[in-house]
């Protein structure tokens, strides 16, 4: 799950597929292009901390990650096709569940405010993640 604005401050919101969630942390990437291109970025160790919480009532069937200024639903597959729709189908979810829009309201959404990038393209996997700014979102509540 390569992604190059997963970075100091960003939320990283993770789906639990197995008991006791075996949670992995790969290798470090100082610095990375969008799609990590070669299958390699310019790999470092790293010191990081982290808080993981289990957020039980928080189905998720991809993940997301949210920054400061917006929120970002990944797809990852064996296709840039793939990757694609399993983004938007993410994003929609997202916007389903915690901003309770409807699916008209979501093509509106989706419509006017969907930034896609590519994030990996290595070995056989595929990476497309759709952001949305938060500016976009405001005067919507997200249900917490």
Known sequence: MDFNEIVE?????LPVNVPGALLYVGDGHAAQGDGELNGNALETSMDVEFTVDVLPHKPLTAPRVESATHIMAMGLAGSLDDAFRTATANMAQWLTADYKLTPSEIAQ????SAEYKVSEVADRNAGIVLKIDK?????LTPAK
Do not use: D, M, P
């Open 9 to 13: 401050g960003a939320t990283v919101y």
């Open 109 to 112: 959404v989706l419509g006017t």
């Open 135 to 139: 500016q976009r979102l405001q005067g």
